[in-house]
């Protein structure tokens, strides 16, 4: 198995910046291609847990716009050409919060990459405790 094989990285990172602009601009549509539309994906928010495609969507249905915010440290890890992890930390804009989201992709048959599972979550406000390595 090949780590981090740059065709696949540049593969992974356009569906992340894909992702990345269509959560800015609320394009659910795109959200909802992005991720795997299967019973078995799960994506935990800031707060809401949500197993399964039509928990997800519905849930993105419900968002009227996304908090704004701006990338500080993107990192992708590639296993093989059909699967990968991405990893953002992000500033919430105005707020100072930093925000850290993880995503797991899958390559499948016939459909490209997909988000299989997806985790999101925030930090303390106390800077202190925001410091990365």
Known sequence: MQL???????????????YEAALMANRTEILDEIFWADPRTVRFGTAEILYGHDAIRAFRASVKAYAQRVQRKVHITAFGADFACTHLEYERVGS?????????????????????????SLLAADPATQRRA
């Open 4 to 18: 981090d094989d740059p065709s696949v990285l540049a593969e992974i990172r356009a569906v992340f910046d894909r």
């Open 96 to 120: 100072g919060l930093i925000g850290r989201e993880t995503k797991i992709m899958v390559r499948l048959p016939d459909i490209g990459w997909r988000v299989v599972s997806a985790h999101v």
